[in-house]
């Protein structure tokens, strides 16, 4: 059974009134479980729509399986979602920019919600990149924003969407409701053992980082503006409890940061946790599990955070990693004392449930007809014909100097800045044109979770493939001593490695995301990454056209608009340097280079690498993992001095260990 009771029905009621509680007597008990997904980014079916294969290890299909054991195990539950929904798979991108679905229909993603019984959800900084007129459509809102025009209220989840830290810029008034009071109803247990029916008001309020200012600038300026989460819960958590909510929930599409509080800082859940009045919090945006006792992510190890109970400064706390992974399960303990209901919080238990994978892997069997037909629309629409490869693309060993499938993006992304300037902006033609992207799957969300476009023919899935994000393409201006700075922060992506070390030294940072390792890939500029250096020391040997490369020396560079608008906290790159904020996006871009080549070829189009490693020799091994059995993959690429070490790296996710000779 796919729901509780009522399959299409929303099963809450939204009140304004406190809740009475005929015939509960105080020291009643009661567990209400929080449920979570989070950052599920489009994945509804266990399926790669890039490799054109299911993939057991994520998908809404699974965590439905999760929710019904949950249910199962703990009825009094309310089921809730983080954000960062409507972006991410080509399903998504199929039902936003392909075929844009009709006021009437319904977002595949939200259909499965509304079928599983969703009481609430949040917003993520992925559900702005589509636009606020897409994004007004298919949440059923009507928002009062410039550019946006509203007539009819199209289809959209059946239950409340909360976010309260974007504003309209016309109204001033919150772009969605701040928060809402979900009525639940329940079977408590009283003090005689017996049960006793009650109603619980479940608080809910919503926030995302206030950076979507920055990285989605060309949809939000002007239109929308934020505020710090902080302030924000000051403002309306006294006036959820006064409304009549006896438990508040905070889900707050971020990390956790402890360093001194902004109202602009992109992961405030830990500020968060120190507002008065807020009894668990649901958080998300970092792709990472909590609670996790196994876990070396430094937000994890900050002071007030317990990874073992999953606590906050004492709030209840739980991440629930990405793409339908894991399901967070938040088990409020609580009392009522004749009056309010309150949280044990030394009776709650905090949990991260993970997927069953491989033989065990249950998909819940409701979920893929309810979205059939649009899953079959979406892998039709990827397998359209746009040219041919004869080098396999991969990312498998981008970290260590492998192109393959970075080269291409480059490429297409500097051929369009420069015809662009040449037409549009001429004061800028006689600037050199270079473009730095990066590896988008490195190998973070799983031994799958990387680029891979065979030899032979190329789709449009494989252009997907090699350019997962909905990004605008933009042209930056700067110079010599910049782009310096830009290489330096790239290659944070490294440990400090110590040469005189005789045991095994990890050589890529996990912590440091494989898509901040920007790269050129120019026959005109080469240089080293002294990874024996620390970070911001690493650069050498910075060379422009044979020459060493002069601070004044002015480029026009390729990007996206998230990174040149501030994404990753490149030094310099804050909008202030942009100088083409392209109407096309960068898939777009990639897509019509693709076609407009016909045929690629190893040496035209994936060996121009720029950079090497400094050489050095060391004591002991420097390993680093990626899937197994690919190094012929890196011998292909021309890199002599990588060896699997270990098909299993023991890590148990099944990664391969493998070595690279630095002073090669």
Request: aromatic share 8%.
């Amino acid at each position: 059974m796919l729901l509780r009771h009522c399959p299409l029905i929303l099963t809450v009621l939204i009140a304004g009134c406190a809740a009475v509680q005929p015939g509960v007597p105080a020291g009643t008990q009661a567990t209400l479980a929080l449920l979570e997904t989070t950052d599920l980014h489009g994945n509804v079916v266990s399926y790669d729509y890039y490799k054109l294969a299911p993939d057991a290890s994520l998908g809404l299909e699974r965590t439905a399986a999760l929710i019904a054991q949950a249910r199962a195990e703990y009825p009094n539950n309310v089921l809730l979602d983080n954000g960062d929904t409507i972006q991410g798979t080509a399903l998504s991108d199929y039902q936003a920019v392909v075929k844009r679905l009709g006021c009437g229909e319904t977002l595949a993603i939200y259909k499965v919600f509304n079928a599983l019984g969703y009481d609430g959800a949040g917003v993520g900084n992925h559900d702005f990149n589509y636009g606020l007129d897409y994004l007004n459509q298919v949440s059923g809102s009507q928002f009062d924003v410039a550019g946006v025009e509203n007539g009819q209220r199209c289809a959209g989840p059946n239950f409340p969407q909360v976010l309260a830290n974007v504003y309209s810029a016309k109204t001033k008034e919150p772009l969605f409701r701040p928060y809402a009071i979900i009525d639940k109803r329940i079977v408590a247990t009283g003090p005689d053992g017996k049960p006793v029916p009650a109603t619980i008001r479940v608080g809910i309020i919503g926030f995302t980082p206030p950076t979507i200012l920055t990285w989605d600038k060309r949809h939000l300026e002007g239109k929308v503006y934020t505020e710090g989460v902080r302030e924000t819960a000051e403002r309306y958590v006294p006036k959820l409890r006064a409304e009549g909510a006896d438990i508040v929930v905070a889900i707050s599409h971020a990390g956790l940061d402890a360093s001194a509080y902004s109202p602009t800082m992109e992961n405030g859940s830990w500020h968060l946790s120190r507002v008065p009045g807020i009894d668990a919090l649901l958080i998300g945006h970092s792709h990472q599990v909590f609670p996790n006792p196994a876990s070396k992510v430094p937000q994890f190890d900050l002071p007030g955070v317990d990874k073992v109970k999953g606590t906050v400064n004492g709030v209840p706390t739980v991440m629930a990693d990405l793409w339908g992974k894991h399901l967070g399960v938040v088990a409020l303990a609580l009392r009522w004392d004749g009056k309010a209901w309150t949280v044990d919080r030394e009776r709650t238990k905090v949990e991260a449930r993970p997927i069953r994978t491989g033989k065990e892997s249950v998909a819940h069997p409701a979920v893929a007809p309810l979205v059939a037909l649009e899953h079959a629309a979406t892998i039709d629409y990827v397998k359209t014909p746009i040219g041919s490869t004869d080098f396999r693309m991969s990312t498998y060993f981008a970290d260590v100097g492998d192109v393959s499938a970075i080269q291409v993006v480059n490429q297409a992304q500097a051929a369009y800045l420069a015809e662009y300037v040449k037409t549009n902006l001429p004061q800028y033609a006689q600037l050199p044109v270079l473009s730095l992207s990066s590896p988008f799957k490195s190998g973070s969300a799983g031994v799958t979770d990387y680029t891979d476009v065979q030899a032979g023919p190329i789709a449009l899935n494989n252009a997907a493939d090699l350019y997962l994000y909905p990004n605008a393409l933009y042209g930056v201006k700067i110079d010599g001593a910049g782009l310096a700075a830009w290489l330096e922060k790239a290659a944070g992506r490294f440990n400090t490695i110590d040469p005189r070390r005789t045991a095994p030294q990890e050589l890529v940072n996990a912590q440091f995301a494989g898509f901040n390792f920007d790269m050129p890939t120019s026959p005109d500029l080469r240089y080293e990454i002294d990874v024996t250096q620390p970070p911001g020391q690493r650069i050498r040997n910075l060379r422009w056209r044979g020459g060493p490369l002069a601070p004044g020396q002015e480029f026009l560079v390729a990007t996206n608009n998230y990174r040149a608008s501030g994404g990753g906290g490149f030094p310099g790159l804050d909008g202030s340097r942009t100088v083409v904020a392209a109407p096309d996006n960068n898939r777009d871009v990639l897509i019509a280079y693709l076609r407009k080549q016909g045929a690629l070829t190893r040496a035209a189009n994936g060996a121009a690498r720029s950079w090497r490693f400094t050489p050095v020799s060391t004591q002991g091994p420097v390993v680093f993992h990626s899937a197994p059995g690919k190094e012929a993959l890196a011998r292909a690429a021309g890199l002599d001095n990588v060896r699997e070490l270990r098909t299993d790296d023991g890590g148990g996710k099944g990664y391969a260990l493998y070595g690279i000779d630095l002073g090669r």
